[in-house]
């Protein structure tokens, strides 16, 4: 089965410590990205990258860090340097990062205690 | 700049009814423009999209015309069911090598049996 999964599907965190998100893809995509998601606020673009070894900042990448290192894989840092972390986060991918469909995966939920 | 305005929720609806949830762009170029569906405590997953004007995407009973003189793209399905209930999400890629997704705020769909 295709698809993009992301790990934990809830996580907890204490203030001050940084937290690593998963997300695998095995579609062979190109492009990936991170969304934050805050109730009524829709989607936020964290950080995107169209092809290994290179990625660009989004609307609020401060206090996140990502890399991508192999095609199918691109982590999500929340470190402590975020001033509120709790959240829905997003991550998705597309085959050519140009107006392609962007399929998502089923989102961690982040809370900071 | 890039932006979608989509309308405030949340809707609640009988089933059977008519839907119909306004969206309107602003954007340079020329945009690709899609909706996508979130069901509780889930990733989104793509509805439907148009990626040039007058355009109709159409998915599930569910239609969308692009309309460039009005920037519009608003959804709408004569007849919902209660398993229509969800967040939908208008979002837009200005069709750019960036590959990135621009998205309204989300609207609450509740539908009664």
């Known amino acids: 089965d295709g698809g993009i999964t992301q790990s934990p599907k809830y996580l907890f965190r204490k203030e001050g410590q940084n937290v690593t998100l998963s997300c695998e893809q095995n579609l062979n995509h190109d492009a990936m990205y991170w969304y934050r998601q805050d109730p009524g606020q829709g989607l936020r673009l964290i950080y995107y990258s169209q092809i290994v070894n290179d990625f660009q900042k989004g609307d609020i990448a401060e206090g996140y860090s990502v890399s991508r290192e192999k095609k199918e894989s691109f982590p999500l840092t929340v470190t402590s340097a975020q001033k509120n972390p709790t959240a829905f986060y997003l991550c998705?991918?597309?085959?050519?990062?140009?107006?392609?469909?962007?399929?998502f995966g089923p989102g961690t939920r982040l809370t900071v205690l | 700049g890039n932006s979608v305005t989509q309308m405030e929720g949340p809707v609640t609806l009988s089933e059977e009814a008519f839907l119909t949830i306004n969206c309107t762009y602003t954007?340079?170029?020329?945009?690709?423009l899609f909706w996508y569906v979130q069901y509780p405590g889930e990733g989104l997953q793509l509805l439907l999209k148009a990626t040039k004007a007058d355009d109709k995407g159409s998915n599930k009973g569910f239609e969308a015309t692009y309309r460039k003189e009005t920037t519009s793209f608003h959804l709408e399905k004569g007849s919902v069911q209660v398993s229509d209930s969800a967040v939908y999400f208008c979002?837009?890629?200005?069709?750019?090598?960036?590959?990135?997704?621009?998205f309204g705020r989300g609207t609450q769909l509740t539908v009664w049996p």
């Open positions: 954007a340079t170029g020329y945009p690709s």
């Open positions: 979002a837009l890629d200005r069709g750019s090598t960036l590959g990135r997704l621009y």
């Open positions: 998705a991918s597309s085959e050519r990062g140009n107006t392609d469909t962007q399929y």
